[in-house]
C-alpha cells in the first residue's frame, strides 16, 4: 500500500489565476496547468527570497519534495512565457493555513479567496 501524500501548506490563493497572452483566446487545449503547492512554491522562494528548506517548513514537508515541486513551476512558467500559452492555477493537493501560526507572517496579507482546487479553507 503506498503512502499517502501529504497536503501541502499554502498561506494563499492567487488572486488572479489565469495569466498569459493578451490576444490569446482561453483555448483549455493549449493551456499549462499549474497547482496552487506550484504557485505557492514560486512565491515563497522566487518572490519572497526563502531557501528551499525554508519553503518546506513553511509548507509543512520535506525539502526534497520542495525541490521537485518548485523545478515543475520552473517549467510550467517557462513553457508558458516562451510558447505564449496561457498558464492556469488550479488544483493540487493543499491546505490552506488559518491565518493564525507563527511561522507564517504573511496569511493576513495575502489571504485570497477560498473558491477552486481541491484544497479548502481547512487550517492546519
Known amino acids: 500500500m503506498p503512502r499517502p501524500r501529504k497536503w501541502r501548506k499554502v498561506c494563499c490563493l492567487p488572486s488572479n ?6 490576444d490569446s483566446p482561453a483555448d483549455m487545449n493549449r493551456s499549462v496547468n499549474m497547482t496552487v503547492d506550484e504557485y505557492e512554491t514560486i512565491r515563497l522562494i522566487d518572490l519572497e527570497g526563502m531557501t528551499q528548506e525554508e519553503c518546506a517548513e513553511r509548507m509543512n514537508v520535506a525539502r526534497t ?10 517549467k510550467k512558467l517557462a513553457d508558458s ?3 505564449g500559452r496561457p498558464l492556469w492555477i488550479d488544483g493540487g493537493e493543499y491546505r490552506l493555513c488559518d491565518g493564525l501560526g507563527t511561522a507564517c507572517g504573511s496569511c493576513r ?16
Do not use: C, M
Open 17 to 22: 489565476r489565469r495569466f498569459g497572452p493578451l
Open 65 to 74: 519534495t520542495v525541490q521537485g515541486i518548485y523545478n515543475d513551476a520552473r
Open 81 to 83: 512565457l516562451v510558447n
Open 109 to 124: 496579507r495575502h489571504r485570497g479567496g477560498h473558491g477552486f482546487g481541491e484544497g479548502g479553507p481547512e487550517g492546519f
